[in-house]
């Protein structure tokens, strides 16, 4: 459990049996407690359910290491969340997104404060959305085993390679942790990770309201009638999916929505013709469907939502796109910063017709590192010049 897959490395830090019971969890809890970080990962299911099946909690503060098993019968994970929502120590993720939902879901609150290692990744020139094997390879001059990456983590006993895989996650972030701390102190980044943190500790990121499903299926154009009962499909399917703890897809496809949502069938024979409609006209689904479709047509027009219809907004120049991309490559490349942190391609759009554009380069340290430039060049008063293989800015 505690042998590391590292070589001409010292040791990992020891690791605990799997931690099955109440009062382990308990004492382990009491371990880390005052712990200055906390390295943190989970394994989770999630084909089959609406909600993740948490199947297996990783932890280290750097000294130690310990697998918690959620899934262990009786156990009491309480004194875990408490030690998550100790504010006074930072829990360090990576690509930490869907360990957060989970949490949030168990402990009704976010793990606070926390640190991303991707992110801190992009702010250092490590590439947008760098993968952890990756990142590793890239700080620690290691190479992990991915191996066990798709294996079934709910099933029981797990094997001790199993668990040394997942272990390894949380040893090489807190390895990873204060090196990528001092970098970001080194090069007075820290603070760039703000806004980016703004989101992941925003608890809306990981709660859909019922009535705004709707928004997570893409569409561009449509008419308000259409809308509307497209609207109150996605809303039927989110709490049916919750209710039941299924995959969205597998109650109603977005496909299917949008088909009911345009043909508006008037009979349970008529969704025959619906597009992957489970089970057809004899489905079971047809008759609770076809009940919503006839409740929102008797809706008074009040309900009706304004028209869904995608901007059309003028294309900037060709010309001076190009010259936007290949500024933003060279400040980017020279800084050490991942584009997609600083402008994506519709912010640059957004960028090179107007000026005053609400876009993140306009703001903050990313207006200081590219967004002046980026204007200084739109108006003439930089050029930019091959330099051999480099790009060179010249002052006009």
């Given amino acids: 459990m505690a042998k590391s897959r590292r070589t001409n490395q010292p040791p990992s830090p020891p690791a605990e049996d799997v931690i099955a019971t109440s009062s382990e969890v308990a004492a382990l809890a009491a371990r880390f407690a005052g712990a200055e970080f906390l390295a943190v990962d989970t394994e989770f299911m999630r084909e089959q359910t609406y909600y993740s099946q948490l199947c297996l909690i990783q932890i280290s503060d750097g000294n130690h290491a310990a697998a918690v098993d959620p899934l262990a019968p009786g156990i009491d994970l309480q004194p875990l969340w408490d030690l998550f929502a100790d504010e006074t120590i930072t829990k360090v993720f990576h690509a930490a997104n869907q360990d957060l939902e989970i949490f949030f879901k168990e402990m009704g609150k976010l793990p606070l404060p926390l640190f991303d290692s991707q992110i801190a990744a992009m702010v250092l020139g490590h590439g947008d959305q760098v993968g952890y094997d990756r990142l590793v390879r890239a700080i620690l001059k290691q190479d992990i085993d991915k191996s066990s990456r798709f294996t079934d983590w709910s099933r029981r006993p797990l094997s001790a390679r199993q668990i040394s895989y997942a272990l390894d996650d949380v040893i090489y ?6 090196k990528l701390l ?3 102190e080194k090069k007075g980044r820290a603070h760039w990770l703000d806004d980016e943190n703004a989101k992941l500790t925003n608890p809306a990121t990981y709660h859909t309201a019922p009535a705004d499903a709707w928004k997570r299926i893409k569409v561009r154009n449509m008419k308000p009638v259409q809308l509307r009962r497209m609207m109150h499909l996605a809303e039927w399917r989110e709490t049916e999916a919750r209710r039941r703890d299924l995959p969205r897809n597998r109650i109603l496809r977005d496909e299917t929505i949008l088909d009911l949502a345009g043909t508006n069938p008037s009979t349970t024979a008529e969704f025959g013709k619906i597009r992957n409609f489970p089970g057809g006209a004899n489905g079971k689904l047809a008759t ?3 009940a919503l479709l006839h409740e929102v047509e008797a809706m008074p027009d009040s309900t009706l939502p304004e028209a869904l219809s995608e901007a059309r907004t003028p294309k900037p ?3 001076v796109m190009e010259l936007l991309r290949v500024l933003l490559k060279h400040i980017t490349d020279s800084e050490g910063i991942a584009p997609r942190l600083v402008a994506s391609a519709d912010e640059l759009e957004a960028l090179a017709l107007d000026d005053e554009a609400p876009v993140r ?8 590192v590219f967004g002046d430039a980026a204007l200084r060049l739109k108006h ?3 050029a930019l010049a091959a330099d051999g293989k480099r790009v060179r800015v010249i002052e006009l």
């Fill in 173 to 178: 972030l807190a390895e990873m942790y204060p």
């Fill in 182 to 184: 001092d970098q970001l």
């Fill in 288 to 290: 609770p469907v076809l």
């Fill in 317 to 319: 120049p060709a010309a």
């Fill in 361 to 368: 380069a306009q703001s903050g340290w990313r207006r200081e």
């Fill in 380 to 382: 003439g008063k930089i």
